[in-house]
């Protein structure tokens, strides 16, 4: 959320200048702008970058002339990812209502722009994206859908030839590519239980009957990412509790080693490209109450470098603790758990539960100013790594969606319950924290265990699954199906969603405080809808409360709207502190802690 502050300007210093050069000021094209992604040309004369305004998801790509006098030659609409093939070749996705369907190239050699279109994605559950190889010989044209996968290649020296398509898309198989020395790096979910394994093959015979198995991760491993360098691949890995590295060089894949990154760290970020020289592995660590930290890999000397020294022990009061809680079908769900360690009680610590679980994506455990309060203030902080998400690969999430979401709701309960039995808080002093799809399973708890939590706190959550995804008017509706169902296709799909779908659930008991904080031009959770939940929400506590003569409700139901502003939240600093300070001040209010 920061990030945009520190590049509000691009420099540029060249030689005999000893100030900075601004290039272009983002105030100039957006009050309440951010950058998404900058790409310098190969040749440098060219500079493009995407800026997208907090109101919008759809970004603007601005292209700036190098050179003596740099100038903004091109602005584009609508544009979602690009990338440079030469100095004068640009290629793109447009996006519009939430999606990306087609790449067009862009041209300058004529002196003008001039546009063509490349490729269109016929299957709208797809998303269009591109990315360039590391080492700049291709552009990937990534078709993804949430299952499944097609990469075609443009060739960056013959940028005006058909792209080359790798694997014609095929049932369940999900993949991504990159280029080194005239070999394609690929992973793909064919190893055992359908993880991600590396495999390769010649560009010449990209199709998957040439993969060649390079490098598969161990069992309940999640293969992050994949990093090729001149000489070296650097694979990023994790377990619920820890990640590491698994570094080869590309002659000798079985010359292997392996550097575990330190144990604090909860959340990795690579470097931006710009940076990237040579056979150095450049990334930042952090853990919700760490501030980011730099980081460099050397693959050559197998050394981890890192800004204050590796072995400094990071926050030496604070306790993490990685524990599980079994499920009710048995699965073992893991939790992060943050505390300062302190002579006052756990059991009368305030504790606020976060999860998320869907889409296979692990929960955000990127540094927060406001959680780094909390955790000082003597709050207990506890991260469900529920199904649904991805901290224990491609399979945790298969587990957790569809007609297995309800597996999230009981892992959900199962590690609220554990944190209690391990002498954890307690439920009057317990708050659940949820953003976007993380609503679900959090607007669900609420309707099923309402006096094992005392307050919610949710930003811009979906909680009216069974309307969207029947309304096939709203941007998302196709594109999740593989996701939730299709209850409007589909019979046992509409039955399945109707057993949890928040709002379809809502009705007369207690409820826990609940606050929703909405922006009213998001595209994915229309405030409409975040309206009907909270109405419908205070009609049933009204008839609970009037059936069983107790006038005058004990919980708080608070809508926070905020004009202006999409689904992503506020950039602006300001903006974005006094959405936490709201939030703190509903929790310390609604968990009767004094300050
Ligand atoms: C590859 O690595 C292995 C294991 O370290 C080593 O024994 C072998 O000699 C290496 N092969 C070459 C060709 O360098
Ligand atoms: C850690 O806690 C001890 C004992 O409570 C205290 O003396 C020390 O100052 C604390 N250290 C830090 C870095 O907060
Ligand atoms: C509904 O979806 C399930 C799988 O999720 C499938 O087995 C079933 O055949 C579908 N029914 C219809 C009527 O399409």
Redesign the pocket.
């Known amino acids: 959320m920061f990030w945009s502050f520190f590049f509000f300007f691009f420099f540029s210093y060249t030689q005999g200048h000893q100030q900075p050069e601004i290039l272009l000021s983002l105030s100039a094209v957006e009050s309440t702008a951010s950058l998404q992604r900058v790409r310098l040309s190969p040749g440098e004369k060219f500079l493009a970058a995407t800026v997208k305004s907090d109101h919008s998801e759809e970004a603007s790509c601005v292209i700036l002339k190098l050179g003596d006098n740099p100038a903004v030659t091109h602005i584009q609409r609508n544009v979602f990812s690009f990338e440079w093939a030469r100095d004068e070749v640009l290629f793109y996705t447009s996006q519009s209502n939430l999606r990306s369907l087609h790449v067009y190239c862009l041209t300058f050699d004529k002196g003008y722009p001039e546009t063509s279109l490349v490729y269109e994605e016929q299957d709208s559950r797809f998303f269009v994206e591109l990315w360039c190889s590391k080492d700049k010989k291709f552009i990937t044209i990534n078709c993804n859908s949430k299952r499944n996968s097609e990469v075609h290649l443009i060739n960056c020296f013959c940028p005006s030839r058909t792209p080359v398509l790798v694997q014609p898309r095929t049932a369940d198989l999900i993949y991504h590519v990159d280029h080194r020395n005239e070999e394609l790096y690929i992973l793909a979910n064919i190893g055992p239980n359908s993880e991600y394994q590396l495999l390769k093959t010649a560009v010449s015979s990209p199709s998957i009957e040439n993969w060649r198995l390079i490098y598969s991760p161990g069992q309940s491993v999640k293969l992050v990412d994949m990093e090729l360098f001149d000489q070296h691949c650097v694979i990023l890995a994790r377990t619920p509790q820890c990640f590491y590295l698994d570094c080869f060089p590309l002659g000798n894949v079985s010359h292997s080693s392996r550097i575990m990154l330190p144990p604090w760290a909860c959340a990795v970020e690579a470097a931006s490209e710009l940076h990237l020289k040579g056979d150095v592995f450049r990334f930042k660590l952090s853990s919700p109450v760490e501030p980011p930290k730099d980081f460099l890999y050397s693959p050559v000397k197998r050394q981890l470098f890192s800004e204050e020294g590796f072995t400094k022990k990071v ?3 604070c306790t993490i603790m990685h524990t599980d809680a079994r499920s009710q079908d048995g699965t073992l769900v893991p939790m992060t758990v943050f505390h ?4 006052r009680q756990l059991t009368d610590r305030p504790l606020l539960v976060h999860v998320y679980g869907a889409y296979g994506m692990d929960l955000d455990m990127a540094f927060k100013p406001e959680s780094r309060l909390l955790l000082d203030s003597g709050w207990i902080l506890a991260y469900c790594h529920v199904r649904g998400g991805g901290e224990l690969g491609l399979a945790w999430h298969a587990a957790g969606c569809l007609t297995k979401k309800k597996n999230g709701l009981d892992d959900l309960k199962a590690c609220i319950v554990q944190l209690f039995k391990l002498g954890l808080s307690q439920p009057s002093l317990t708050a659940l924290t949820a953003s976007s799809a993380g609503g679900v399973l959090a607007g669900a708890f609420c309707n099923e265990n309402p006096e094992l939590i005392r307050a919610v706190v949710l930003r811009a959550p979906f909680l009216d699954v069974l309307h969207s995804m029947q309304d096939p008017s709203l941007a998302l509706t196709i594109e999740e199906q593989e996701e939730w169902g299709d209850p409007a296709m589909n019979s046992s799909h509409r039955d399945y969603i109707a057993s949890y779908c928040p709002f379809k659930n809502l009705r007369p008991q207690t409820y826990p405080s609940i606050f929703i904080t909405a922006y009213e031009e998001d595209q994915r959770v229309p405030l409409q809808s975040l309206w009907s939940y909270i109405n419908r929400l205070k009609d049933v506590v009204a008839t609970y409360e009037e059936v069983n003569g107790k006038a005058g409700s004990s919980s708080t139901i608070i809508l926070d709207s905020y004009p202006g502003i999409g689904h992503s939240g506020p950039t602006d600093l300001k903006k974005s502190i006094q959405e936490s300070a709201r939030h703190l001040a509903f929790l310390y209010r609604e968990l009767g802690i004094s300050t």
């Open positions: 926050q030496t009061n300062m360690g302190s002579d």
